[in-house]
Every structure is written in C-alpha cells, then in structure tokens.
C-alpha cells in the first residue's frame, strides 16, 4: 500500500475583529456544553497543495480518481463542511456546521476560485469563538458541483457514499456515519422467481424422474443436481439449450418419439423460441419476460443463484450463499464503490495579523503556514488569522488491481485453452464492505458486510456490446476501486476476499468441480487478501487490509482455469454420459501477487 493524498489545508482570515452574539445571527453556532454563542466573522482561504517530486504521497489514478495529484487533475471539491470543537477529544461540537461553496477543478485567481498556488478565498465566515480543532469533510465533484448523481453508470464511475447526520443538521461525531450505497435496494425481483419456476417447470416433467432409461435419469439428475447454480438469463438459456440439443439427438435414435422427453421439449419450448437449421444444435431465445437478468438491475450474473430445493413438490429455489465476507446471491449486499471523500481532523494555528497578503499566489503553503505565531491555539477575540494544521487527505482508500494470464491455460479436466480472442474482464468484486465511523474507520462488528461492484474498469473499451478491458499474459491497465476502510488488523488474522469477472471470449472450458464455462459466459477467479509478516509498501499502523489515504495494490495472475465459476450444468454429451456436480461456494483461483 502507497500512502496518498492531496495535501489541502484552511486558512481562516479575519477580516476585521467582529464578534457576533449569537441568537439574532443567522451565521451564529448552536451552543452546545459551555458555547455562549459568539463567533467571529472571518475569511477562509483553503490551499490544495500538489505532489512533488520524491513525495511518498500520491493521489489515485485515473481521471476520476486524481493519480497525477497535481492542479491538472484536481477533480474540484464540494459538500464542504467543518465541524468546530475546543478540544482533542472531538466529542462535542462548539457551533453548528459551517458550510462553504464548491471549489472549481480550476479557475483563475478570483474570489471563490482557485489562484496560481492552488488558493480559494472565501469571505463572512463565522467561525465560534473558543474554537480549537475542526473536523474537516469534502467530496470530490462528480459532474456537476452540489449536484447529486442519478443515474447507475455515474455510480459506477463515481461511486457514491450516503453520510449519516452530517449535513443539513449539528449532531456529535459518535452520530456520524457513512455507508456505500446499495446498487439494488428492492425484494427479489419477479424474473428472479420466474426463471426459478421456468427451470422447475421442466425438471417436474412426469416421468422424468423414473424413466425406464438409466441415461435420461442421469440428465435428471445432473439437471437437479443438489447445490448452487447461476440463476441468471444467460446461464438458464445456455442449460435448457444445450438440454434441448441432447434430447433431440436422444429422439433420434427412437423408433418412435420418447412421450415424456417430447413433454420435456415442450415445457422447454413454453418459454422459449427455437431456431437453426441444423439437427443437436439449435439455438434457443428465452421469452422477453424471462431475459436480460440480472444484469437489467446492474448486477454481476454470479449474483443470480437458484439452488434445487426436494419437496413436496421439488422446485428450483432463488436463494443467496456466503464465500468468507463475500455475499453471492442476496442482491442489497451489492454496492457501488466509494466516492472520492476527503477528511481532517487537526488542531490549528492562529496570529493576531492577518495573513491575507501571503496568498499572492506565488507563496507555497508550506511559506503560508510558516506565518502563523501560536501554535495549538483558540479563537479569541483579537485573533485575525486561523490555519488547520494538518493535511487533508482521502477519507477512503483505493484498491489498484492488475490482471495477466500464463502463457499457457489449462481448465478442470487438465484441457488446454486456447486463447485465440484475448479474455476480457469485466468486473472487481470487493467483500468485507461495512459501515464506518465519523473518521472513515470501520467500527462495525456485525456480520453484515457487503460487496462493491465496480464494472466501470480503467481503460475498458466495447467488444460486442460489452464493456470490459482486454487482457493477455502481459500485465494490464490498472484498475481503480474506492473502498472504505476495513477493521484494525494488528494481528494480521483478517482476510478479505475479492473477486475478478471475466467473460469467456472463447470456446467452452471447464471450471470448479467440472462445471461447464460457456463461450460466452460470465465466469469468476476469487482471491484472498492476508497481511503476511513481509510484504511490499507501507502499511497502516494497523494492518488494515483497507485503509483511508492508502492503497492497495492486487496483481493478480492467472495461472489455470480450473477454478472458474459460472454454475451452469454441463448437458451437452452426446452419449449422455453425465453426472457433474454443481457448486457455487467460491474458491481461490488465482496467483497473484499483493503489495500490502
């Protein structure tokens, strides 16, 4: 993990000594514990200072995560707000939140803008006398300054973070939390169900189950298997397709037509429409109510689970299962990453002067700071210029994962694969996701963790209507996820899991336990994160896998397939011979390197 950070800092200039008591001051803090209401009014300037050459900070990569750190990708900053408090122990506020405007990704040096040493001036600020330590809170502007994104594919590229008691009202830090943002918030949807039932229908042909052919009840079975198997629009298609194909090449070689495979045809038939030409390989299209699933919510297929449940009668089931801190199936627990979030919380310097003239736009901050006499100090009355102390990092941190394959693949059953189109990944899934506290730390120790999707991966580029980032047995573009920070990890005990989809750009392979990986399909490698006693970087004084201002840094090779997961049943022998099992519990599939 690399630290990194803009280094940002508030100068608060008085521009005059005006005290202003309190209840007939709109601008007047809400008293709390001994605050008598008084502030005074002042001008802030806010300083955003860049990387410099042999700094060991740095910013995020990618234009929207800032990677330069420098004025040029400075993305602007909004929901500015300062909470004040007259002592280290931040338990209870002296005023009410102060709110400033949006600072621009970059303007020229006027008032409320950005200057040529990264300065923003703001003027009639009250600010509570006695008041020494502030905590700091901003967020990175996304497309426009305090406007709120709606839409999935900003989520996505932006992330988005809900603050609990922060805005619009004066509650304590131990109020404050933050929490990412579900990307589905609503019940199982009725496509979920209705394909469960749809692959119900068929397995409850009757006569099925009993035939007097030993092959046809093994395709039972294998279709029945116990266990969990993607759900999704594609993979049913591709099951009851490839089901469909080997019932067909079974009637043929039948005197007369087998009268419980032709009903199984035809509950297949039901919902879907069969076309080609050509005997064992036609192609089935679902009906319209039963397609586009899940991702038509914006969700990874792997999220879509169905597992055969025997009762009275048996039915397919949609149902959700837990890979270590990773939820696979229980659609709330998906989330958008974080967003850019910025976070302080420090003591301050004061002088009697005003410092206005230093903010001539040649001064670094460092000259700026340099100015202020007393150190540690409180706003009293005849105080004229305030400056926070300490910088203003990142209140999250920044998962960087790299992705390569070997030269040479081989899947389950030890069969090379080839790699004739490059295979394209699409998707990181982060587990281990909770709720954290007023300074961004995750405090929560409830079992309730959730999983950022983020398919909005650096340098992805449409292949056949699909948005992914080609990769190949060279290490690829690196990927950026804002994530929160995970629990103190002193121990070095914890693990988060992590996960890489991909979509199989070429022929059909197998995976985990046998299972079929079609062309075409979604598939997923699950890696584990562990801090060991070595390791590359720096670390938080913790250990925290995750933590705020820091990265992460995932290189992740792939040296064979046969952990890969899709969950779909292989029904495609030609001789019937079947009987592999079906698994969703996710393993570890991938080598990989991690600088932690």
């Not at 969990?228 to 049913?236: E, M, T």
């Not at 919902?271 to 080609?276: D, M, N, P, R, W």
């Not at 029904?571 to 599939?589: I, N, T």
Request: proline content about 3%; charged content about 20%.
């Amino acid at each position: 993990m690399k630290q990194f950070a803009y280094l940002m800092v508030i100068a608060i200039i008085s521009a005059g000594v005006v005290s202003c008591k309190g209840k007939n001051d709109p601008d007047n803090g809400q008293g709390n514990g001994g605050y008598a209401g008084e502030t005074v009014k002042t001008q802030f300037l806010i300083s955003i200072a860049e990387n410099v050459a042999g700094s060991n900070r740095y910013k995020m990569s990618s234009t929207d995560v800032q990677n330069a750190g420098d004025r040029a990708s400075f993305r602007g900053m909004d929901n500015i707000c300062l909470i004040p408090f007259d002592a280290d122990a931040y338990a209870n506020r002296i005023g009410k939140n102060i709110t400033l405007t949006a600072i621009p990704a970059a303007a020229a040096a006027t008032e409320g803008k950005l200057n040529d040493a990264n300065s923003v001036f703001y003027t009639d600020v009250a600010i509570p006398l006695g008041t020494s330590n502030f905590l700091f809170y901003g967020k990175a502007i996304d497309n426009n300054a305090e406007v709120a994104i709606d839409t999935d594919a900003d989520k996505h590229r932006f992330g988005i973070v809900t603050a609990n008691n922060l805005y619009g009202v004066s509650k304590e830090p131990a109020e404050i939390s933050f929490d990412l943002n579900s990307v589905y918030t609503g019940a199982n949807p009725a496509k979920a169900t209705a394909l469960a039932n749809y692959m119900t229908s068929i397995a409850n042909v009757t006569g099925w189950s009993t035939h007097a052919n030993a092959s046809l009840v093994e395709l039972y079975n294998t279709f029945t298997k116990a266990g969990d198997r993607s759900g999704s629009s594609f993979s049913v298609q591709r099951t009851v397709q490839d089901l469909y194909n080997t019932l067909e090449r079974f009637q043929a070689t039948q005197v007369s037509p087998d009268a419980v495979v032709t009903a199984i045809m035809a509950a297949i038939e039901a919902k879907a429409t069969v076309s080609g030409a050509e005997q064992f390989k036609r192609t089935l299209e679902l009906s319209s109510d039963l397609q586009n699933y899940p991702a038509e919510i914006n969700l990874p297929d792997g999220a879509a689970v169905i597992a055969w449940t025997v009762g009275t009668p048996s039915s397919f089931q949609v149902r959700n299962v837990a890979y270590g801190d990773m939820t696979i199936g229980e659609l709330n627990k998906y989330t958008y990453p974080a967003s850019l979030q910025y976070f302080a919380k420090s003591r301050i310097k004061t002088s009697v002067d005003s410092k206005k003239d230093f903010y001539d736009g040649s001064n670094n901050w460092t000259t700026i700071l340099s100015k202020y006499e007393n150190d540690d100090a409180k706003v009293v009355n005849s105080t004229k210029s305030v400056a926070i102390k300490d910088a203003i990092n990142y209140g999250v941190g920044q998962l960087i994962t790299t992705v390569k394959h070997a030269a040479t693949l081989k899947d389950q059953k030890n069969y090379d694969y080839t790699v004739t189109n490059p295979l394209l990944w699409t998707g990181v899934l982060v587990g281990g996701q909770k709720q954290v506290n007023y300074e961004f730390c995750q405090t929560n120790t409830s079992a309730n963790a959730f999983t950022i999707y983020d398919n909005a991966l650096n340098g992805a580029a449409d292949v056949d209507g699909v948005k992914g980032v080609a990769i190949s047995n060279t290490i690829s573009t690196p990927n950026y996820t804002l994530v929160f920070s995970t629990k103190d990890n002193t121990d070095k005990s914890d693990k988060v899991y992590i996960a890489i989809e991909l979509k199989n750009t070429n022929a059909d392979f197998f995976g985990k336990d046998g299972q079929l990986i079609p062309a075409g399909g979604r598939f997923y490698l699950v890696g584990e994160l562990k801090v060991g006693d070595t390791y590359a970087g720096a670390a938080p004084a913790n250990k925290n896998i995750f933590f705020k201002d820091y990265q992460t840094t995932v290189n992740m090779t792939i040296t064979s397939l046969a952990n890969a997961y899709s969950t779909i049943p292989d029904l495609r022998s030609e001789g019937l011979e079947l009987g592999f099992s079906v698994d969703l519990a996710w393993q570890p599939g991938i080598v990989f390197d991690i600088d932690l």
